[in-house]
């Protein structure tokens, strides 16, 4: 069974619902991305959802160098795989958070929910340059992301089928075009979660035809 390059954002939904999700498409996707559940259930979460799959933590770390490295090695010490840091904190904050994460480490440059993305390539050679090996952009930046940070692990939101509600997401691109684009993980949330069937949502999402880039 192939292994598809995405991570299912667990959003909006209590824990019954994630493991629910998480059972199902355990063994069809890399992994499963948690923010509120962390913050409703605590850490213990992560272990829990882990037998399913990996764990993407997207606290979007954003403090002090100290603070950071403090938040990080608890969500190391819980089992995370990766785990979200704001890239415009600088080089100090971000280094302090691969001192204990290394190649845990996500780096978010701009939120697909918003329009301006301006500052994509110079928070992203900010986070190439701190040690940061996986970095957060629309599918839309993915080619001048890699051409600052050529070896990263680029980390993709905004999927969407073309025609089908945005929600708050701004810079949106389909499942087949983004991995065109250059996009390795894709982070998909509502269009899978929100259908009765994940299993068959997911799979709808890469049997879309899409034109080259």
């Known amino acids: 069974m192939e292994i598809l390059p995405v991570i299912v954002a667990l ?98 440059t701009t939120l697909t929910s918003e329009a301006d993305a301006s500052r994509v390539t110079e928070l992203a050679r900010t986070a190439y340059k701190a040690g940061i090996k996986n970095i957060v952009c629309s599918a839309h930046e993915a080619g001048v992301v890699r051409a600052v940070a050529p070896n990263a692990t680029i980390i993709s939101p905004g999927i969407r089928e073309k025609g089908a509600p945005q929600h708050d997401q701004v810079r949106t691109m389909s499942a087949p075009k983004a991995l065109l684009a250059g996009a390795d993980l894709l982070v998909i949330g509502r269009p899978i979660t929100d259908l009765k069937d994940p299993t068959a949502a997911l799979e709808g999402l890469f049997n879309e035809k899409e034109d080259p880039v």
């Open 11 to 108: 959003d909006d939904m209590d824990r019954e619902r994630a493991i629910s999700i998480a059972r199902a498409l355990s063994g069809r996707v890399w992994g499963f991305k948690v923010h509120e559940l962390v913050d409703v259930y605590g850490p213990e979460i992560i272990g829990t959802l882990k037998i399913y799959g990996r764990v993407f933590v997207d606290m979007k770390v954003s403090d002090t160098p100290k603070t950071t490295r403090n938040r990080v090695r608890a969500y190391v010490a819980h089992g995370a795989d990766f785990i979200s840091v704001h890239a415009e904190r600088g080089e100090n904050t971000l280094r302090a958070a691969v001192k204990v994460g290394r190649d845990r480490i996500v780096a978010i």
